[in-house]
């Protein structure tokens, strides 16, 4: 790369994401049809200050697509007297990703973070002198949403805005955590492909689970019994998972928390904190001195224990759906006279309108009632030109429903993020524990 030294690729790379930026923003035709997509997708469901902004506008530059070119691919072709190490160094970029990051060791011209998502390690420099003005106020430990890129095989820079986020509680750091997995699922362990590809193992895993304890892809029972049953399989599947790590389950609480380390008191705060049984949260504990990978606990919300009926459909790569309506769905379908059907439209609307009714509940009723489901949208949609086969795509998307899965949440999670959480639901246990002791200590009148 002519000059060698980190400093001087720095000052090169800050001068070729400026003309890639403005490459992009000044562009006519299809590349700005798709900024403005791209954009409108990202941006709508929530109010974003321009650290946000930029912060997506800087993902669109790597991950946006024209067809199937990225804007750096665009930039690339379209810049012609580039030197090869300039684009080297460009294509390089396509490498970055969004994480969420701890200061580690502040350095003389950067900082050693960890990406909490993966726990991989990295060095990073600023890329100007705004940044690096602003990040003297960094300090070990802060949490930090930013975005890198490679400049070396072994030092990264800070690509686009850092939005510090300060120092944070394990239980805070658990929640932001879990809001960066909502707000970026399509980065969800973007450094550690290997991570990724055994989460999504584990829920064809569970898909299996599932099929072997409940015979079906498909179950409807009251929510009460459900509840029941899925905490069955879980201690079912428990137990088989430790038996193949080679844990013991005949140990005692004591036992398995003093081998871990762990006082007993406290380990009976985690499992009350989880709502779970403490030795069976105590195994857990101890299996993942044999697994790098950790099942979480999946437990119906309180509105679908209380409901008549809920329906389960299950799939290798979209997990487990929990539907208390889709009996009544199926119902109208099966009727196929929508003048009987007391509030169709209002339920189909619903059906399209929930972000919690995805893609594939779609699918399966169009598989299973394709005539009845053409013929329902058409009237309640008002399209009579409507066809089943050729447009539920485009009617999914135009409701926001992704056609391709993401991570489900039965997914396994690394060990070190299982940590993190049962630590945070002590924190939280610790916290409501001294709160009902000083309850039963207050006299008089409340």
Not at 225 to 237: D, F, N, R, T
Request: aromatic share 8%; glycine share 4%.
């Amino acid at each position: 790369m002519g000059d060698t030294t980190v400093d001087a690729i720095l000052e090169r790379a800050k001068d070729l994401k400026q003309a890639l930026i403005e490459f992009v923003l000044e562009a006519e035709g299809e590349l700005a049809r798709a900024l403005e997509v791209y954009s409108a997708e990202h941006l709508r469901s929530q109010q974003p200050d321009i650290n946000q902004r930029n912060l997506w506008l800087d993902t669109f530059l790597t991950e946006g697509k024209v067809e199937d070119k990225t804007p750096l691919d665009l930039f690339l072709e379209d810049q012609v007297e580039l030197s090869e190490s300039d684009r080297a160094l460009l294509s390089s970029w396509h490498h970055s990703f969004i994480g969420l990051f701890e200061i580690r060791q502040t350095l003389v011209d950067g900082f050693e973070l960890m990406n909490w998502l993966t726990a991989k390690p990295y060095v990073v420099k600023p890329n100007n002198e705004a940044t690096k003005q602003e990040m003297s106020r960094f300090q070990l430990g802060d949490i930090l949403l930013a975005r890198i890129s490679p400049l070396t095989e072994t030092e990264w820079m800070f690509s686009g805005p850092c939005i510090p986020m300060g120092k944070l509680g394990k239980p805070k750091l658990a929640v932001a955590i879990g809001n960066f997995k909502q707000d970026y699922k399509h980065a969800l362990y973007s450094d550690a492909p290997e991570l990724l590809e055994q989460s999504w193992q584990s829920v064809e895993q569970y898909h299996q689970d599932f099929l072997n304890f409940f015979g079906s892809d498909e179950v409807t029972m009251s929510g009460y019994e459900l509840s029941k049953k899925i905490a069955e399989m879980q201690e079912k599947v428990t137990q088989q998972r430790l038996a193949d790590a080679g844990i013991d389950d005949s140990k005692s609480l004591a036992e398995i928390a003093a081998e871990a380390g762990v006082d007993s008191a406290e380990m009976e705060l985690v499992a009350e904190a989880a709502g779970a049984d403490a030795k069976a949260v105590a195994k857990v504990m101890e299996s993942t001195q044999a697994m790098k990978m950790v099942m979480p606990k999946v437990e119906l919300p309180a509105e679908l224990k209380k409901a008549e009926k809920v329906t389960v459909l299950a799939h290798p790569r979209w997990g487990q759906m929990f539907l208390p309506t889709y009996h009544r769905f199926e119902s109208l379908l099966i009727a196929d006279n929508l003048s009987s059907a007391d509030n169709a439209e209002k339920l189909v609307r619903r059906y399209l309108e929930s972000p919690e009714i995805n893609a594939y509940v779609w699918y399966r009723l169009a598989e299973k009632y394709p005539r009845q489901l053409e013929s329902l949208l058409q009237t309640v949609l008002q399209r009579l030109e409507f066809q089943l086969d050729q447009d539920l795509p485009g009617l999914l998307q135009e409701f926001d429903k992704p056609l391709e899965p993401d991570l489900p949440e039965v997914a396994s999670v690394p060990v070190h993020l299982h940590d993190l959480f049962q630590e945070a639901l002590a924190e939280v246990g610790k916290s409501k524990a001294k709160d009902k002791g000083k309850k039963k200590s207050t006299k008089g009148f409340q």
